[in-house]
């Protein structure tokens, strides 16, 4: 087995090719939105930050979630596997990620009251459960796509 074979493979498993562009669609809807909220089509970051509407995360968990359901069988092993990782990541994202932004917030305020001459770090918030699910429902889509439309 070569090395380009591998690679081969991997590009045309449907599990990656659905993780795939689900991340890619949930980073430019983000781009969409924040640049359409602030009327500036500049808003590049939102291609690759995390954060903000849909959850990138959640996306791609869930299309791979949905791939192994279609293609192993939703009483597979496999899936059982995929659904609880992508449990764990969609709570993470809601529960302790945005607890650790709302705490980073409030220690950017109080640097900012004590006029601390150190550099700040930007803010990840986590994301709310509203972006979880737009994420999720993305990642549900994309995944039916590849699946009957791609395959």
């Known amino acids: 087995m070569t ?7 991997i590009l045309s498993s449907p599990y990656i090719i659905a993780a795939a562009i689900a991340w890619i ?7 969409v939105v924040a640049s359409a909220r602030a009327k500036n089509f500049r808003q590049f970051k939102h291609l690759y930050v995390s954060g903000n509407m849909p959850s990138a995360h959640s996306a791609t968990v869930t299309s791979l979630t949905t791939m192994v359901g279609l293609i192993d069988g939703f009483d597979s092993p496999l899936f059982a596997i995929a659904l609880t990782f992508a449990a764990v990541v969609m709570y993470d994202a809601v529960m302790v990620r945005r607890a650790s932004g709302e705490q980073g917030a409030a220690l950017v305020q ?42």
């Open 3 to 9: 090395v380009w074979t591998v690679i081969t493979d």
């Open 25 to 31: 669609s949930a980073q430019v809807t983000k781009y």
């Open 110 to 151: 109080l640097f900012g009251e004590l006029k601390s001459k150190i550099a700040l770090p930007r803010v990840a918030k986590g994301h709310t459960p509203a972006e979880v699910l737009a994420g999720s429902l993305l990642g549900l889509v994309i995944g039916l796509i590849v699946f009957f439309v791609i395959l």
